[in-house]
């Protein structure tokens, strides 16, 4: 299986607004950090939608490894 590229070693936080949809890029490799900018096209891995339950921040995965989706659940502190 492959393994994602690591944008960073730490979460992205990032001030979301309730209601909007972000795409949290999978494959590491988007100049867009941590959403998609289509650098997945041709390989396996997709985007995944994350859609904003109410306003504020959100630590967004940034080594992509995490087991809890587009959200951080802190795996980065065991690469
Ligand atoms: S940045 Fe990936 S689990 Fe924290």
């Not at 909007?20 to 995944?48: M, V």
């Not at 504020?56 to 690469?79: E, I, M, P, Q």
Request: with cysteine; proline share 8%.
């Amino acid at each position: 299986m492959p393994q994602p590229e690591m944008p960073q070693k730490t979460p992205y936080a990032i001030e979301i607004e309730a209601g909007k949809n972000y795409w949290w890029c999978s494959c590491g490799k988007s100049k867009n950090q941590p959403f998609c900018d289509a650098s997945h096209r041709g390989s396996e891995f997709a985007p995944l939608q994350y859609t904003a339950e109410k306003d504020g921040t959100v630590y967004f995965c940034g080594c992509k490894h995490s087991a809890n989706g587009a959200l951080c659940d802190a795996t980065h502190r065991n690469l």
